[in-house]
């Protein structure tokens, strides 16, 4: 079964720094791209970035640019998401997702999620 | 960016009937649009995907149709499970985007 586990969300302040981790296991994580996507609040979905299976490529949505840097390392089969210079707007659940397959990177299956809060 | 506008933002109805939901894109997506469900309090789930595939386990009262801008899921009889919220995403083009989401509730 496939299994994605997020960690390292919480409480941090404006300005303040959280790295996120998402690890995987009951597939093979380094043939697959990953991707994190968030959900404030009440509200709804937004890509947040993606990273291709050897990390060759990646991409970020225009609001995290230079602020979030993602990652893996897939001799740990995990993911994870430095997230710099927070913002209020920031605050939000965040999932990692599978690539449904290496060529079809729709996401599947997703995390539980992890709620990260920026706050004074 | 690509917009993705989804139609109508809440829709009512009854367990048995018929749910017809819209995606509308700002440019052509070609055939690669998904739909996924979110329960209040849960990830969200993969639907259907390329437009009209569905996914794994996903039972076949859903289906889904559309290419180019204008896509359609629908669900041939509710279900009492499948009052939920439901999110169309494009992968044509970076950024991926999704639609603002439809509300399915029980009428």
């Known amino acids: 079964e496939v299994q994605l586990v997020e960690s390292g969300g919480g409480l941090v302040k404006p300005g303040g720094s959280l790295r996120l981790s998402c690890a995987g296991s009951?597939?093979?994580?380094?043939?697959?791209?990953m991707n994190w996507v968030r959900q404030a609040p009440g509200k709804g979905l937004e890509w947040v970035s993606s990273?291709?299976?050897?990390?060759?490529?990646?991409y970020y949505a225009d609001s995290v640019k230079g602020r979030l840097t993602v990652s893996r390392d897939n001799a740990k089969n995990s993911l994870y998401l430095q997230m710099n210079s927070l913002r209020a707007e920031d605050t939000a659940v965040y999932y990692c997702?599978?690539?449904?397959?290496?060529?079809?990177?729709?996401?599947?299956?997703w995390g539980q999620g992890t709620l990260v809060t920026v706050s004074s | 960016e690509i917009v993705l506008t989804q139609s109508p933002a809440t829709l009512s109805l009854s367990p048995g009937e018929r749910a017809t939901l819209s995606c509308r894109a700002s440019?052509?997506?070609?055939?690669?649009l998904a739909w996924y469900q979110q329960k209040p309090g849960q990830a969200p789930r993969l639907l259907i995907y390329?437009?009209?595939n569905r996914a794994t386990g996903i039972p076949a009262r859903f289906s889904g149709s559309g290419s180019g801008t204008d896509f359609t899921l629908t669900i041939s009889s509710l279900e009492p499970e499948d009052f939920a919220f439901y999110y169309c995403?494009?992968?044509?083009?970076?950024?991926?985007?999704f639609g603002q989401g439809t509300k399915l509730e029980i009428k």
């Open positions: 997702a599978k690539s449904l397959e290496p060529d079809r990177d729709w996401f599947d299956p």
């Open positions: 009951g597939f093979t994580f380094n043939g697959h791209s």
């Open positions: 990273i291709s299976s050897s990390s060759r490529y990646i």
């Open positions: 440019q052509s997506v070609r055939s690669y």
């Open positions: 390329d437009a009209f």
């Open positions: 995403q494009q992968r044509s083009n970076w950024p991926r985007t």
